[in-house]
């Protein structure tokens, strides 16, 4: 059974830093690409970034870029999300979410984290 | 950049009745070499994550009834509820796939009975 385990949200101050984890099981974790989208309160879902099942590439929304950075330990089947610079409209729940396809980025979310809550406020 | 925009934003529907949700796309997700669309469906329950209902437009994920329905092509899409149920209460995304990212959802829809 394929099972997401998301963590690390919290609140933190503008300006600061958080890291989010993600804990995978039940599928051979290298082979599928990685994302996380975020759900700001009572909103819609805002794709963030996706890292390719080696790790090697990775795409940001321009909300994000320069200031996340997403990456993947393979070995502790583990994916991240360095989150630095943050600010009040990062505030939201975010998902790691699994590529449906190995080997392409192209490909829908199949499974997703329950979520974790980041709020940013001063 | 590439937009999706879903229509209506919110809608009610009778029980047993159907629901029809639209998605359009600024570019087409249709990728000529495999004629395939690189468009999904999800459901969203209230404190859920989203669930895959439908990719490739049209092909229904493990374990979705049938009563959902996934149509169109290139830049215009539909998503029906037949016969909705009250378990079918939530809010619909679709989101593109296609090419590279961003992998960008639409606005999201509200189906209420």
């Known amino acids: 059974e394929v099972q997401l385990v998301d963590s690390g949200g919290g609140l933190v101050q503008p300006g600061g830093s958080l890291r989010l984890s993600c804990v995978a099981s039940?599928?051979?974790?290298?082979?599928?690409?990685m994302s996380w989208v975020r759900q700001a309160p009572g909103k819609g879902l805002e794709w963030v970034s996706i890292?390719?099942?080696?790790?090697?590439?990775?795409y940001y929304a321009d909300s994000v870029k320069g200031r996340f950075t997403i990456s993947r330990d393979n070995t502790k089947n583990m994916l991240y999300m360095q989150m630095n610079s943050l600010r009040v409209e990062d505030t939201a729940v975010y998902f790691c979410?699994?590529?449906?396809?190995?080997?392409?980025?192209?490909?829908?979310?199949?499974?997703w984290g329950q979520g974790t809550l980041v709020t940013v406020h001063s | 950049d590439f937009v999706m925009t879903q229509s209506p934003d919110s809608l009610a529907v009778s029980l047993g009745e159907r629901a029809t949700i639209n998605c359009k796309s600024s570019?087409?997700?249709?990728?000529?070499?495999?004629?395939?669309?690189?468009l999904a469906w999800y459901q969203q329950k209230p404190g859920q994550p989203p669930r895959l209902l439908i990719y490739?437009?049209?092909t229904r994920a493990s374990g979705v009834p049938d009563r959902f329905r996934g149509s169109g092509s290139g830049t215009d899409f539909t998503l029906t509820i037949n016969s909705l149920q009250a378990e079918d209460v939530a809010v619909y995304y679709c989101?593109?796939?296609?090419?590279?990212?961003?992998?960008?959802f639409g606005g999201g829809t509200k189906v209420e009975i």
């Open positions: 989101q593109r796939y296609y090419h590279s990212p961003p992998l960008t």
């Open positions: 890292v390719s099942g080696s790790g090697e590439t990775t």
């Open positions: 490739w437009a049209s």
């Open positions: 570019q087409s997700v249709l990728y000529n070499f495999n004629n395939k669309n690189y």
């Open positions: 979410a699994k590529g449906g396809q190995m080997a392409t980025v192209m490909a829908p979310f199949d499974y």
């Open positions: 039940g599928f051979i974790f290298s082979s599928y690409p």
